[in-house]
């Protein structure tokens, strides 16, 4: 499996010429000799380390990249689940967003998903705001939410008096969500307790977190059974990135979405299915997310830098992409782009 430590994609007969010769004593034994091989081998099977944060410029951390039901998905006897399972590094929590500022020690989360008390640990070691003594310090500095189906609100749950007991935290959507959240238990409760402080936004309207670092949401077409769909830009001192995990087809989109990448220098994008036929027995175009083939062919006459900004994620359990030593993984990265990986680092500054 490709991994991004170069340690990883070595093999054995290949770590050692790499590293240059090993001298020979005169009076070396053989065993030494085979001890110091054996050393050599193990630095090139350890586990890569995580990437390092940012200390001075504000950065996104990819939380999860899943559809909402996670992977391994509950009950599911298919392949990537049963891989997951057996190894969890091919576990994949549900698509989420971290947003830090270490300069001001302060984090803001898109979406709350059902995997948020693992997110929270995977938080760990990216600076949070200091709390006064005494007081429960807050998760977060503040929640972006897209929309209201299960995998990107739910998590909101965990605040609440039953588990963290949260107090006033700013809580980012539309009107529509706002209200969907205001009159519809348990999450009422949550607003009513001022457990959440809801603040509505405007599509297109930006959210100053900091003099130079500002969220603007964009209206995408998706499902509205309870609220409408938004998308968020991030944009930072230096760079940018698209945070769009729902969407239904890009045609349904009056923007065009090779506009919306050009104004970005990552673009996250809804892969939740690879193409038809992926779940059997289900309709599909009941649920029309863009596929990732058609992704490919539509973003195909982009120039290569264009289509290298570009990261698949909310991926479905079903997906063979979520393999990364697939074929399909491998159609993507043929085709100059990337499927999101969980713990992905993406600076905003330099």
Known sequence: MPNGNPWMNLGPREIVPRLGPIPSAPNERPMARSVLFALLLCLGCQTPSAPRAPEREPYVLVLGSAQDGGLPQIGCQGANCRAAHADPSRARMV??????????????????TPDLPRQVRAMAGHPASRQLPGARPPLVDGIFLTHAHMGHYTGLSFLGPEVYGAKQMPTYCTPQMASYLTRNGPWSLLVEREILQLRSITPGEPVRLAEDLVVRALNVPHRKEFSDTLAFIIEGPKRSLLFLPDIDKWERWETPIESVIAEVD???????????????????????????????????????????????????????????????????RAAGMQVARDGMLHPLGD
């Open 95 to 112: 698509s989420s967003l971290l947003l830090v500022d270490p300069r001001s020690g302060k984090r803001w989360l898109f979406d709350a």
């Open 266 to 332: 990552v673009a996250l994008l809804d892969a939740s299915f690879f193409g038809p036929g992926e779940i059997p027995g289900r309709d599909l175009s009941e649920i029309p997310h863009p596929f990732i083939v058609e992704s490919l062919a539509r973003f195909a006459a982009l120039p290569a830098s264009e289509r290298a900004k570009i990261h698949f994620t909310h991926l479905n359990h079903s997906n063979p992409a979520c393999d990364p030593s697939s074929p399909a993984a491998g159609q993507v």
